[in-house]
């Protein structure tokens, strides 16, 4: 089954302790995306990969890092969490880019993150 | 910097009723549009998408939205809603020159009661 999975799903950690939500997908998609979704903000992008190593910031990129040294997996590193990226993560891939025509984004499952 | 308003933060519907969530975007330009729908504690899913052609597109699950460009407009319609359509939507506008990158609506919750 073409899916992105997300691991793990929820975490409650807290300040300061560096962890990484982790992205795989197996559509053998270039491109992979991190948002976050917050109450009334919608989604917002952090980073984007086109490829492999090739990795670019997004609306709100701060605190966060990320590494695309395969395909299919596309880390989200939150190297000294803060209460502020308390939020919902959401990793998404798609083929390669272009506007014509423009390649669907898919959706993994989403990863609660709280920071205390 | 392209921007998507969504302007209805939160709508009750009883079942049966008919539905219209508005969207409008910033971009002056070429521009492929969305609309997204989350149900409760699930991810996000595609409900219909205008790239060009026919203004009116259809969507799944009755779902249908109007493109129209003079009022940067992409609204959201189902003529008669279902408790099942209980969920989140969620706007979003692909412009000419973002490659890849979606930009999304601050999302509607809808909640349909039975």
């Known amino acids: 089954e073409a899916q992105v999975t997300q691991n793990p799903r929820y975490l409650i950690t807290v300040t300061g302790k560096k962890l990484t939500v982790t992205c795989s997908q197996n559509?053998?998609?270039?491109?992979m995306s991190w948002y976050r979704q917050d109450p009334g903000l919608g989604l917002r992008q952090i980073y984007y990969?086109?490829?492999?190593?090739?990795?670019d910031k997004g609306d709100v990129p701060e605190g966060y890092k990320v590494s695309r040294k395969e395909k299919r997996n596309f880390p989200l590193i939150l190297e000294s969490p803060s209460p502020n990226q308390t939020s919902l993560y959401f990793c998404?891939?798609?083929?390669?880019?272009?506007?014509?025509?423009?390649?669907?984004?898919?959706f993994g499952p989403g990863t609660r993150l709280t920071v205390l | 910097a392209q921007s998507v308003s969504q302007h209805n933060h939160h709508v009750i519907l009883s079942e049966a009723a008919s539905l219209e969530l508005g969207c409008n975007y910033s971009?002056?330009?070429?521009?492929?549009l969305f609309w997204y729908v989350q149900y409760p504690g699930q991810h996000l899913q595609l409900l219909l998408k205008y790239f060009s052609g026919d203004p009116l597109v259809k969507g799944i699950k009755g779902f249908e939205a109007e493109f129209i460009k003079s009022k940067f407009s992409f609204n959201l319609r189902k003529p008669s809603v279902q408790w099942s359509d209980t969920a989140e939507y969620f706007c979003?506008?692909?412009?000419?020159?973002?490659?890849?990158?979606?930009?999304f609506g601050g999302g509607t919750r809808l909640m349909v009661k039975p």
């Open positions: 998404a891939s798609s083929l390669s880019l272009g506007q014509n025509p423009y390649n669907e984004q898919f």
């Open positions: 979003a506008v692909n412009a000419g020159n973002a490659g890849n990158m979606l930009t």
């Open positions: 990969s086109m490829n492999v190593e090739v990795t």
């Open positions: 559509m053998n998609h270039e491109y």
């Open positions: 971009y002056g330009g070429t521009v492929n």
